[in-house]
């Protein structure tokens, strides 16, 4: 490392080279005032406070600019000292002094800045726009007014959390930061880890608890009380402390509703006492409605032509995974947890909706906590081991037998595999493996969503999308040890991992399982090369824009044939119990309206985050939602075209409240266009009187119009 | 870029997903118009039902005639029959007669089969040329050997030459004419001078007016309502009289009538006795007898015998007798209709020069000569086609044999017709 | 329909029908006396009706559209084809006269029925690409009474961005969502004013009340200087003009949102063109079977 020398205020010091001016001055004790500058974060220069005299025309940001050789540097001459008073004075003109921190604590750094300058009464207007307050977040409180565009916050979100929630937003007066796209803070995908709160140099991140908000609907837990639990035995204290108000207990008699499927949280609850019921309330069948002009009629031809056809050839899956330690049977889905369980996990962690009702059967104690509480205790050995226990005794042989190709594995393989396997944790963007590594393991997916890609010249290839339940790996095992495609975790994602030697070792015992699997992998690696040798690399720039080019399959309505005669929507509707999948909207492409029917996306964005796994994609391209979908909504939220819609239907459902009885509820289920893979063509397309509807592989349909539009460009 | 973005997402949501089910005004006025349409067109055929009124369903205008049946249609129609055959002869027969046509035919049509009803006000009776070489384009007869000929295909075509002009058949006429004389010669006769329609009451030329009998209407057959069809048979008091006069003795000057000898004579010696009772000088005279019986005798002999071998010879050719009994006179023979089976009026052909079908006649010097027109005069006018004049069949033939036509006896009641 | 090459084979299957049918007819013509009764003329009579009962089972097929019957498009093609078909058979059937009371009716209502379908299949090869090119805002026509409502919705609030006094609290622009749950996509709530000076905010708001309003509740109103697109274009135009820069973005809002009900009043004629002359066809069709079928059985009963 070359050393330089340079003289600041006069006294002359050495330092590494590419050393910024502002480290070289804090290395040799002499202090320069910052505000945007944080020494754990990278330097980005926004406030110029930090503005020094490096002997230039203008004035330098010495947290960004590197020394060099032979430089002079003036932090306190009256230059100097004059652009740092404009500047703070400018700042505090627009902050409402004294500002949340400043009150609390005492300790906002503008306003400890500005006393040190003697700024008292700016002489500036206030900004006349107020950014207003965002008080949606349960731990911590933003006050856009108090912030000054440091992007501390941001850089400790994406910097040091890698959580990416935090952004700016907006220009001029309008400027701030943002939550996701501009989302109150509670909504978004903030994970209250308090980094931010933490960067923040002034009053605009500050944490609730001082402002006395409490997670409602329970008590607030002392810390000694916290800390007796044996789950909570090594958690720290003054984590705690900080944190109080983020833990409550609850008490539930019994009978009590504790959480809903479907319904959105953040907490996850850890039971001390009693006994719960788990189990989903919503009933297994498709979403169905009479009534209509033709109601009658296809209630006459559903019976005449047989019984509902979509349900043959759908493989009924063994269980339903959910977000405990249990999964539930299709056939019968409840289960029971006791004291020392954990639920709620994904919700807590990644925000998921609940994936099922949780029912007190006992009168109940539990600790509901948020995600800070509950990160801290997934990463303290102690509590994460009592967890992994569980685990191990209660789900893993369900959740290995849930794999088809080891549901005939013997119990004793089975409790032997059970003890070797591995618990592991990862967080979002994490990559469990890469394209070409070596393949030293197979993973089954505990809790979260992963992405498996395949690299590809014009872009990843998204192949899956793998919730609870799912696995991977096998076929890097198999073949000649060289994983095929690289596997992400999209959130808080915990694996099972079983190393390459045991699963070899079960493939010799099991000869049967290793021709399953070779079968299984072949078959994957066809669906693959199909999926590969559909992407053409050209890129358009209005096709992109529509997402055309990452669909697999798109219905198109050829508008100048299209006699707006809603036949189509009238035949989705008869061959979906009355419920259409095909709303006759949307945008243009050349002279095809592109309308809401399920494009069959390479990356299906729908895919992620539902909390039972019921949508899904079979072998064949559809994408289907199985019939014990909750309704939380997340897949419509998620699709960006708008493809799948929460279609309310009324059901006679038990009364959770008196079980005896059943009562009439509207709840919503989700529901898509699954291609119609029980007839040769889709009933929109077949139905269709003037030629107009046809679903098609957009590549190949659109390859002469990009061919001629790319070679117009050429 | 100010506000408002077009997206799939949000487009699609402004749509209600149940918007399909519901009916709007164009479907709705569809239904609506349908069953009106449909109710309105099935009240009126109820209404007319319960009225007993069945004229919706008939596929033309009757003929006058019939128009008192518009609205039953049962009178003719008979239900349950195969189709085709629904309209029996019977149906026909309960009102009209239609006697056979040849008791020697092999296929008796059905009267439906020539007299089509639903097309007008106009004729039932017009059949088309087509019903009638159906059979005659290629006769068969029950008998074997058909009598007329067998290979008709059209007016033009097969039609054969009129029966009295074929074979070398003649004027079967006894009596002696020579047009020639009477036309082109110095006398200048003129054909309607002699020859006119039956029925006619006019005076004649040469004939002594008033007409000592009556005009003559020739026997109508059925179906014809002129009685001007055929012509005023010739006799002597209305076309010769006045220049063949029968004067047969200088001293009387009336003319002996056109009759029978027997009357002639009876006339004769009347006249002579008259005369003689008058005239008692003349007795015994020149030889003649003395006695008026004899005198009478006597000239009546004389005249008579001026009578029949010079007088009325020069047109009857009449048989004498040897011995003086009175000749005999061979029946005139005068043919009053030429054709048999077809009918001709002369009526119709009333602007034709008669010359123009009968050329012959102006030039024909015996009785014998037939001067009835060919059937080539007639195929000049009478071509098929709309330029001619019709060459039907049934213009000059029928198909019934009206002469076995059966007495009517009508069978309803005013009633039972309405 | 658009009628293009792919119709070929169904053509020349219809044009060699006719052929037969009409080889036939000749020599039957001027041979005899053609009526319906005759043999030559039941079967066409049967042809004829056979052919329109075919015709009009494409309603029904189109009421049970999953059923695999055969494509829905084949259908609508025979329905074309062999619907020109009819009226030849029929009139050969008749022998070119209309017959009696029933029958005239008959035939006038085949002649309405033949010529509207005409109509009709022209209309449907040339309007929908006219509506495509004339409609690029389209939506679902049963959909504008409740797109309109919406539009209405947008216009106010982004009206009250405008001319909304300091203090005022605004609801943020929320898009109505019919498709399913109500999710709220709008994102953060509250809305920026715009910020004018008071004499400008009032101006906004007469113009609002008194022109845009008023022609947005009554977009069909032709009088309105927003019916025609250069006026409304003037209109806004001048309004820009009036107004400082910091509103031009909500103007250029509320003029789109004009631009989007004047084309959904143009989509609305369109759409009537497309289907209003079934309101002659099915009626008079199914009047047309209904009436055949009865002058068929009384025909062959007597």
Known sequence: MRQIELTINDKAIAVADGTSVYDAARIHGIAIPVLCHQHNEMPVGVCRVCSVDCGEKVLQASCVRPAEQ?????????????????????????????????????????????????????????????????????????????????????????????????????????????????????????????????????????????????????????????????????????????????????????????????????????????????????????????????????KLTSRLTGADKRNSGRTRPHAISIDASVDLAYDNPVAGLGAGDLFGEMTCMSLYPRSATVRASTDCVVLEMLRNVLDVIQRNKTSREKLEVNYRRRALDDHLRTVPLFSSLSPEFIGSLASKVELVRLS??????????????????????????????????????????????????????????????????????????????????????????????????????????????????????????ESNSLLLIDLEKCTRCDNCVRACADAHDGVTRLIREGLRFDKYLVPTS????????????????????????????????????????????????????????????????????????????????????????????????????????????????????? | MPGRIRATKTLAQRIDREYFKRLFPIPLWRRVLSVAAVCSGLAWLGFRAVAHDHTP??????????????????????????????????????????????????????????????????????????????????????????????????????HPE????????????????????????DLKVKCIDCHRPAGVDAPWNFGQAPPLSPPVAAAMPHGRTSPRALMQPVNYYEQCSVCHQLNFDDRISDAAPHDKPEVVHAFVTRKLREYIAGHPAELGKAGAPASPEGWVRFRASEDEKQL??????????????????????????????????????????QELQCVSCHPNAPSSTKASDVLLPGIKVCAECHVAGSKGASADCSTCHLYHDWSKTRLADGRFTIRQLM | MRIDRSHRSWAIAALAVFVVALAAYVPYAFGSRPAGGTAPGLVYGVAGYGMMVFAALLGVRKKVPVWRLGRAQTWMRGHIWFGL????????????????????????????????????????????GMMKSLVPLETIYEQIPSVREQLRGEADDLGRVLFAQPGDILAPVTVQ??????????????????????????????????????????????????????????????????????????????????????????????????????????????????????????????
């Not at chain 1, 994602?493 to 099991?510: A, N, P, W």
């Not at chain 2, 009295?164 to 036309?183: E, M, Q, W, Y």
């Not at chain 3, 009696?100 to 090869?125: D, E, K, N, R, Y």
Request: with cysteine; glycine share 10%.
């Open chain 2, 162 to 185: 009129f029966a009295a002009l074929r074979d070398g058949n003649s004027d079967p006429t006894a009596i002696k004419f020579n047009h020639k004389t009477h036309v082109q010669g």
């Open chain 3, 85 to 128: 078909l009819t009226l030849p058979m029929i009139l050969f059937h008749a022998g070119f006269t209309f017959g009696g009371p029933l029958t005239s009716l008959l035939m006038v209502m085949l002649f309405l029925v033949f010529l509207s379908g005409l109509t009709g299949a022209a209309i449907q090869h040339f309007l929908p």
């Open chain 2, 308 to 349: 029949w071998t010079v007088t009325c010879n020069r047109c009857h050719d009449l048989q004498l007798a040897a011995d003086g009994a009175l000749p005999g006179v061979p029946e005139t023979k005068i043919n009053q209709r030429w054709f048999a089976k077809a009918e001709f009026d002369h009526s119709a052909h």
């Open chain 1, 70 to 298: 032979g430089m002079k540097v003036q932090t306190n001459s009256e230059k100097v000292k004059k652009a740092r008073r404009m500047l703070i004075e400018l700042l505090m003109s627009d902050h409402p002094s004294p500002c949340a921190r400043q009150q609390n604590s005492g300790d906002c750094e503008l306003e400890t800045l500005a006393k040190t300058e003697g700024i008292t009464a700016p002489r500036f207007a206030k900004r006349i726009s107020p950014r207003g307050h965002d008080d949606s977040s349960l731990v911590i409180s933003v006050d856009h007014e108090a912030c000054i565009l440091c992007d501390r916050c941001i850089r400790g979100c994406d910097e040091i959390r890698h959580n990416d929630v935090l952004g700016r937003r907006g220009k001029g007066y309008d400027a701030g930061i943002a939550f996701d796209l501009n989302r109150p803070m509670g909504n978004s995908s903030c994970v209250s880890c308090g980094e931010c709160m933490v960067s923040c140099p002034t009053g605009a991140l500050t944490n609730k608890s001082v402002i006395k908000t409490v997670l409602p609907n329970g008590t607030p837990v002392g810390v000694e009380e916290i800390k007796q639990l044996p789950f909570f035995q090594n958690v720290s204290g003054t984590f705690l402390e900080l944190n109080a108000n983020a833990v409550i207990k609850r008490h539930f008699k019994a009978g009590d509703i504790i959480c809903r499927e479907g319904d959105y949280g953040s907490t996850a609850f850890y039971m001390l006492e009693g006994k719960v019921e788990i189990f989903l309330s919503t009933p297994m069948a498709h979403v169905a409605t009479g009534g209509g002009v033709s109601g009658f009629l296809s």
């Open chain 2, 57 to 158: 369903y008939s596929t033309g205008p009757l003929t006058a005639s019939h128009a008192i049946f518009a609205g039953n249609c049962t009178a003719c129609h008979a239900q349950g029959l195969a189709i085709g055959k629904k309209i029996t002869d019977g149906a026909c027969l309960s009102c009209h007669d239609g006697p056979v046509h040849s008791a020697a035919q092999t296929v008796t049509p059905a009267c439906i089969g020539c007299h089509v009803e639903h097309r007008g006000a106009g004729q039932l009776l017009a059949a088309e040329s087509g019903t009638c070489t159906a059979c005659h384009s290629n006769l068969r007869t029950k008998t074997g050997k058909p009598r007329v000929a067998a290979g008709i295909e059209s007016f033009a075509h097969g």
């Open chain 1, 598 to 714: 399920c494009r069959q996306c390479r990356d299906p964005l729908c895919m992620v985050g539902c909390p039972v796994g019921s949508i899904r994609r079979r072998n064949s391209l559809e994408i289907v939602i199985e019939d014990w979908c909750v309704g939380c909504g997340l897949c419509a939220r998620n699709c960006p075209y708008g493809n799948i819609s929460m279609h309310p239907f009324e059901v006679m459902v038990k009364d959770l409240a008196e079980p005896a009885k059943q009562k009439a509820v509207v709840k919503p289920k989700a529901t898509s266009c699954d291609l119609c893979a029980e007839h040769a063509e889709p009933s929109c397309v077949y139905a269709c009187p003037h030629d107009a509807a046809h679903r098609v592989e957009p590549n190949e349909f659109f390859r002469t119009y990009i061919e001629s539009a790319t070679a117009d460009r050429d």
């Open chain 3, 177 to 302: 969502v019919l498709g399913g749950v109500d999710w709220d996509l709008s994102g953060p709530k509250g809305v920026t004013m715009v910020e004018m000076e008071a004499e400008d905010r009032t101006y906004a708001g007469n113009v609002y009340r008194n022109t845009i309003l008023p022609f947005l509740r009554n977009p069909d109103d032709g009088a309105s200087v927003l019916a025609d697109p250069d006026s409304a274009g003037k209109f806004f135009e001048a309004l820009r003009r009036k107004l400082p820069a910091v509103a031009h973005g909500v103007i250029v809002d509320l003029e789109s949102i004009c631009e989007e009900e004047r084309q959904l009043t143009r989509q609305r004629r369109l759409y009537l063109w497309m289907y209003g002359w079934l309101l002659v066809h099915v009626p008079l069709s199914i009047a047309l079977i209904v009436l055949g079928g009865v002058h068929a059985v009384v025909a062959l009963r007597y």
């Open chain 1, 428 to 549: 979002k963007g994490d990559v469990i493996c890469r394209q070409g590594d070596i393949a030293d393991a197979f993973y089954l997916v505990r809790i979260g969503f992963v992405k498996i890609t395949e690299e590809h010249p014009g872009g990843d290839l998204v192949l899956a999308y793998l919730g609870k339940g799912g696995y991977f790996g096998e076929i890097g095992l198999l073949t000649n040890g060289v994983r095929t495609a690289t596997v992400t975790a999209l959130d808080h994602v915990e694996l099972v991992r079983i190393d390459g030697k045991d699963f070899h070792e079960m493939l010799s015992l099991f000869p049967a399982i290793a021709r399953d699997l070779t079968a299984v992998a072949r078959q994957r690696e066809e669906q693959n090369s199909r999926h590969m040798a559909a992407v053409t690399g050209i890129t358009l720039d209005s096709f992109l824009a529509q997402g055309l080019m």
